[in-house]
C-alpha cells in the first residue's frame, strides 16, 4: 500500500460459489481521485464495485478505507454510496423525498435537511424540480436524483456503475461534464464503471483496465491512450493494427514484412490508423474500403499482412476501391507492446 492511498485493494479475490469472478486483484486510489474501471463484459467491474460498497464478502484479501480495514464492515457502516445505470429511484416520492431519503433514514430533520437537499439539488442543477415526481423527470434528471441522492450522504467515496449507458448520446455528454464538475466541486473519490473508452478517456484522472478478473493495465488516460502495455489494452483502445514480433519480425499472414526502422525489443507493435502511411513506402495492399469521415477519408486495404486499417487527411486525393497502394507501417509511429495476448 502506498501512502497516499486513500482507498486500497489488497489482493482481493470475489467469486460467486465456484466462479471467480475477480483475483488478487491490488488497487491504490487516491483521495478524490476520479478513477474509471474500463474492461469488456464479464471482466469483473460490477463485482469489484459491490464488494466495495459491502454487498459481497470477499474470498480473499482486504478492503482499506481511509486508514481502517472495512473488509467485513456492513455495507451501511461504510460510507461507501453507490449509483447503478438503473436509477433506482421511488416513484411515488418527490425529487425533494427521494434526495431526502438517506438523511432522514440517519435521523436528520427539520432545516438542517431542507438545507442539505436544496444544497445537493442545486449542485446537480435540479433545484427548480423539488416538487416533481421522479417518473416525471428526463432519463438524464432522474439520474441526477440518483446523483444528488448519494452525494448527500457525504461519502468517503462515491462508485457510480455504469451510470450513463441508458442516456443517449447528448445527455450522456452533457452527464458526463457534469459528474466531472460534482466531482472536482465537491473532491468526493469516485469510481466510474464503464465499458467505453471514450468516457473513461474524457473523465478519468486515472483508467484501470480490466480483463479476467484481473487488472490489465492502469495509468492516466494519456498513458493508456498512447502507451498501451498489452495487445488487450490497444485493441480496446483503438489501435486497429495489432501484430506480434517473432524471432525478430513481424508475424504476418505470408512472406517477409518490410518496414522502415529497426524493430524494437516487443512482444508486439500496434498502429492506429492514422500512424500508417499511404502512398508510398515498401508495402503494397489493395483498396477495400474508402469512407469520406469528415477531415479524414478512412481505408480498409487487404495486404500480405492481412486487413490494414489507415485514415489519411481528406485534402490529400483519394485512393479509388480496388486500385493497388503503397504503404508503410513506420516503426517510429507504433506502440511497442510488452504483451501480447
Ligand atoms: N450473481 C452471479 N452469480 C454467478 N456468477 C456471476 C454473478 N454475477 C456475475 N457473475 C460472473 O462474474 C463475472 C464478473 O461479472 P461482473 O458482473 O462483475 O462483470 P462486469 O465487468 O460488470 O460486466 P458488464 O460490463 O457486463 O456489466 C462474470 O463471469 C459473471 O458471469
Ligand atoms: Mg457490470
Not at 48 to 69: F, K, N, Q, Y
Not at 116 to 131: C, N, Q, T, Y
Not at 148 to 166: Q, T
Amino acid at each position: 500500500m502506498s501512502d497516499t492511498s486513500f482507498l486500497t485493494l489488497d489482493k482481493l479475490s470475489l467469486a460467486y460459489g465456484n466462479t471467480v469472478a475477480v483475483k488478487d486483484l491490488d488497487l491504490d486510489i487516491r483521495k478524490g481521485e476520479l478513477l474509471a474501471l474500463l474492461g469488456p463484459s464479464g471482466c469483473g467491474k460490477t463485482t469489484t464495485m459491490r464488494s466495495i460498497a459491502g454487498l459481497m464478502t470477499p474470498v480473499g484479501g482486504r478492503i482499506r478505507l481511509d486508514g481502517a480495514d472495512i473488509t467485513r464492515v456492513a455495507a451501511n457502516k461504510r460510507a461507501v454510496g453507490l449509483v447503478f445505470q438503473s436509477y433506482a429511484l421511488f416513484p411515488h416520492l418527490t425529487v425533494f423525498e427521494n434526495v431526502a431519503f438517506g438523511l432522514k433514514l440517519k435521523g436528520m430533520r427539520g432545516a438542517e435537511l431542507e438545507a442539505k437537499v436544496a444544497s445537493g439539488l442545486k449542485s446537480v442543477g435540479l433545484a427548480a424540480f423539488a416538487d416533481r415526481k421522479t417518473p416525471e423527470l428526463s432519463g438524464g434528471q432522474q439520474q441526477r436524483v440518483a446523483l444528488a441522492r448519494s452525494m448527500v450522504m457525504e461519502p468517503k467515496v462515491l462508485l457510480l456503475d455504469e451510470p450513463l449507458s441508458n442516456l443517449d448520446a447528448r445527455l450522456r455528454l452533457e452527464m458526463r461534464t457534469e459528474l466531472q464538475r460534482v466531482q472536482k466541486e465537491s473532491g468526493v473519490t469516485m469510481i466510474f464503471v464503464t465499458h467505453d473508452q471514450v468516457e473513461a478517456l474524457a473523465l478519468a484522472d486515472r483508467i484501470v483496465v480490466m480483463k479476467n478478473g484481473a487488472i490489465e493495465q492502469i495509468g492516466t488516460p494519456e498513458e493508456i491512450y498512447n502507451h498501451p502495455v498489452s495487445s488487450f489494452v490497444a485493441d480496446f483502445v483503438g489501435f486497429e493494427n495489432i501484430f506480434a514480433i517473432r524471432d525478430g519480425k513481424l508475424v504476418a499472414g505470408t512472406g517477409e514484412v518490410f518496414l522502415s526502422g529497426k524493430l524494437p525489443e516487443a512482444a508486439g507493435l500496434a498502429w492506429r490508423p492514422r500512424a500508417i502511411s499511404l502512398g508510398s513506402g515498401p508495402l503494397k495492399g489493395i483498396v477495400r474500403g474508402v469512407s469520406f469521415a469528415g477531415g479524414t477519408r478512412e481505408y480498409v486495404l487487404e495486404t500480405p499482412l492481412g486487413i490494414i486499417k489507415a485514415e489519411v487527411d481528406a485534402a490529400l486525393p483519394a485512393h479509388a476501391l480496388g486500385t493497388d497502394v503503397a504503404f508503410d507501417l513506420p516503426v517510429g509511429s507504433a506502440a511497442p507492446l510488452k504483451r501480447f495476448g
